[in-house]
């Protein structure tokens, strides 16, 4: 059997209604030009309409038709065969919609339990509310039930498949037994009128029988004689005039009048026979008795550990990779399953029946913190990459200006500044806040696992719900992976750790803690019967799959607003303890990748990340020249000051938001002037956005309005030119430093990327420079027909010589084409040496001289291929050193010649290595020299026309 496909390198694109499958397969010849071997694409079953992204999924047994035709797919996935080139397709298994466009969640507000489809959902059918016994709480009402009702905001109509419940653009079924029920009252009346209505209304009346004779359906969606039945109805409504006066004068009274509150009881009855409840949307987070995607309640999760539900998700998609249409997948979300590893197993089971090779190419989306390893026993290729982002990420970090911006914060930003107590602090707020429900169903079922106990007896449930929030928010991880009576090592260490954390600030749950800490490591007393154990095992489970949403919410969506000393350390998957990564760790961390996970993504931007590459790139700057940033954000604060106003007695925005503000300046700032006006509209979204996620002035949950306006106001306000702003030219000056050095670290990390262990991935759009702030900003539409004649000329233009590109290519580096270059030319030079950056030896090299701390190397070898890779790193800190700072403490920009910048400083080959290499980037040649150390490479030639270094044996 053949071996599986593993992608060289893979590109994001995210589908929806304006960018489908017709549209990828036209960009399919430019993105196999630029080196790209796989499409990397969103989720792609049908979802809800106009979904930009295709996460809420509604069935999963269709494509999207949103996105094209199936004839369509089709023809976009013989154009990548044609090309040589896969599919890597995203895939939900954690969530679908709670919407009435999915027909299995229709079917279960439906008929409620007795629906096919109950046992799919993550539903709490006996909540601790009795109101809410086999009932689902649907929190949809803009205000409270009473008051929507007595405004005939709620009202029934007749469609065609039955009754419906209609909230403005919301439509909920009515189950059989209301509907029948209403149904009958009409042909009693009918009867009752007797010849009155003879005529016109005769059909009505003996269809209204027969319907009343029916028996009820039974649950998996309507009976066939129910189906034709409602048709006929709905026929006869919409052709005969007088059915339709009708039914309509029936509706209006059963839906109420405003004015007179007695006459909604009839509905307000109705209602109550549903098996939903429809609720005020400010009881969810208390309420909600389904488990949902974070805390959105319109993504209700499902029960992927049900061997019956992994295969109505899934069958469409074994379909496509048994037809060969997708090579590779993606899954959402893991950390959401109740057993990812046996969700892996399964998969790939499934797989290899479905017809592929053993081990087909599945990464998950895992997010792993500092010094977490991704569990060993997983059945796939690795991650998303966001572990690799971070690392590279802080790769560009300088340690010691970190340490002063993080002093200047603790002056300047009256936030706090420790950090863990921030993330501790946020996630029990998230807790209270957003899973208030969730925690007091965990606080339930552990109150009767203490029950049981005798150490646990007199535990109250005060007291449990004290240390189980502590312990979760003291969790350094996502979730631990406890799935049977077996706890790893690395299990056993997370939640040792948390324990304690938890006891320490808690000194007064202990007792509570120490109960919780038998549970969760499974340390059974000897005497517990086999179904208490499972029931501790039962909790474990359910406990590790709350604690990844408080994760993402407290941590990444909350915490990561909050703190502000640098904010491009502020991303998914990040740690303070990663803050800085030192070129031996940098390599340590490749080594281990290579080892361990050779064909894991390595990205640097996605769809979730708070900010683009070249946003971050260029925000680390700041710990290069960490006093002339100081300066300047203290004359600012001066200058702006007036401009700020003052709500509810305190100023807007305050010392931390104002530090948020001018770090997204800095790293989004455009290249162009005349895209500065688009830019201006996206500040105010994105400002907002961040305002309502750190939670202190406004949130999604109780925005407030004239916070977010006065911010928006002073940021627009500093970016008007107008006498008197002194803050607009200064900055502007001081940004053009900046924004020079961030694309040289940008282009150092897109080689480093593209070169390291790992699959390379290119999120939509960044092969030029991209400038993108967090969802929905980064999902702008992207103009590829730009890109492809931008590659296509600089093709023609390398065939005029090489040297003299890439000086044009330099001296214009605004336009994003330098990076363009590099990306294809790294990328083909990766994909005519598959093998060697797939398998092939990672080689730390050393670097010598008086600037060897700025400079990252490695070699990649197998039999008798080579590759040598050179980027710089941290530049402007270097040039402050080494030659007299312009504009006021900053180096001036501009690519120096390396004689000046790189003197004395060498690159040490390996001993087997060749002496002579030629430059894929510049076309030079290279000879080694002898030195002490053994063969070199000086860096003032392998950078003397281009700043980074992609070297092979010259032949």
Known sequence: MASPHIPTATYRLQFNRQFGFIEAREVVPYLQALGITDIYASPLLKARKDSPHG???????????????????????????????????????????????????????????????????????????????????????????????????????????????????????????????????????????????????????????????????????????????????????????????????????????????????????????????????????????????????????????????????????????????????????????????????????????????????????????????????????????????????????????????????????????????????????????????????????????????????????????????????????????????????????????????????????????????????????????PEQRQAWLRFVMRWQQFTGPVMAKGYEDTSLYIYNPLVSLNEVGSSPRTRCISVAEFHRRNKTRQERWPHTLNATSTHDTKRSEDVRARINVLTEIPNAWVERVERWRRWNGPKKLNIKGEPVPDGNMELFIYQTLIGAWPLLEEEIPAFKERLRTYMVKAAREAKTRTSWLDPDTDYENALIEFVLSILTPEPGNRFLPDFLSFQKVVAFYGAWNSLAQILLKITSPGVPDFYQGTELWNLSLVDPDNRRPVDFKTRARLLQRLKEEETKGQLALVRNLLTSWQDGRVKLYLTYKSLHFRCDHRELFATGEYIPLAVTGSSSGHACAFARHLGREWALVVVPRLPARMLTGKVIPANGGLPAPGFLPGETLWQGTNLVLPEQAPGNWHNILTGEVLASIPSPEGKVLTLADTWRNFPVALLTEDQ
Request: charged share 25%; with cysteine; glycine share 8%.
């Open 55 to 529: 996460y809420d999924v509604t069935d999963p047994g269709q494509l999207n038709p949103e996105l094209g035709s199936r004839e369509d797919f089709t023809s976009l996935a013989d154009t990548l065969k044609q090309h040589g080139m896969g599919l890597l397709l995203d895939v939900v298994p954690n969530h679908m919609a709670a919407s009435v466009d999915n027909p299995w969640w229709r079917d279960v507000l439906r008929h409620g339990r007795a629906s096919t489809y109950a046992a799919y959902f993550d539903i709490d059918w006996q909540p601790a509310r009795p109101g809410l016994v086999n009932k689902v709480l649907l929190p949809v009402l803009g205000e409270p039930f009473g008051k929507v009702l007595e405004n005939q905001q709620l009202a029934l109509k007749l469609a065609e498949d039955g009754f419906r419940v209609c909230y403005y653009e919301k439509e909920f079924p009515l189950s059989p037994f209301s509907s029948r029920r209403i149904l009958g009252g009409w042909a009693q009346t009918l009867a009752e009128d007797g010849g009155a209505a003879e005529q016109a209304l005769s059909q009505l009346r003996d269809l209204l029988a027969s319907l009343s004779a029916l028996p009820l359906p039974r649950a998996g969606e309507l009976s066939t004689p129910w189906q034709q039945a409602w048709k006929s109805l709905w026929h006869l409504y919409n052709t005969n005039p007088a059915v339709k006066a009708f039914i309509d004068r029936n509706l209006r009274k059963l839906n109420g009048k405003k004015g007179d509150p007695q006459s909604f009881n009839q509905l307000e009855g109705i209602l109550a026979e549903q098996a939903y409840r429809l609720a005020y949307w400010r009881v969810a987070n208390e309420e909600i008795n389904y488990r949902r995607f974070f805390d959105v309640s319109d993504l209700v999760a499902i029960r992927m550990e049900d061997k019956r539900v992994f295969e109505a998700v899934h069958a469409l998609i074994f379909q496509l990779v048994g037809a060969g249409q997708v090579t590779g997948l993606r899954i959402d979300h893991i950390d959401g399953l109740y057993d990812p590893q046996e969700y892996l197993n399964r998969l790939q089971e499934h797989l290899s029946a479905a017809g592929s090779s053993p081990g087909f190419y599945v990464v998950a989306e895992k997010i792993l913190s500092d010094g977490e390893e991704l569990p060993a026993t997983w059945r796939t290729q690795g991650t998303t990459g966001y572990d690799f982002l971070n690392s590279l990420n802080g790769l560009f970090v300088d340690e010691e200006g970190l340490a002063a911006l993080e002093e200047f914060y603790a002056r300047y930003s009256g936030a706090e500044t420790d950090f863990t107590r921030v993330v501790y602090n946020q996630k029990k707020l998230v807790m209270t806040r957003l899973f208030a429900s969730e925690v007091r169903n965990l606080v339930g079922e552990l109150g009767r696992l203490a029950e049981e106990d005798r150490l646990g007896h007199d535990l109250t449930l005060a007291e449990l719900e004290e240390a189980l929030v502590a312990v979760t928010a003291s969790l350094g991880i996502y979730r631990t992976y406890i799935h049977d009576f077996t706890v790893a090592p690395q299990d056993r260490h997370y939640i040792e750790t948390a324990i304690a954390e938890a006891v320490r600030r808690c000194p007064a749950a202990g007792p509570a803690c120490r109960f919780l800490r038998q549970v969760l490591l499974l340390d059974f007393p000897v005497s517990l019967p």
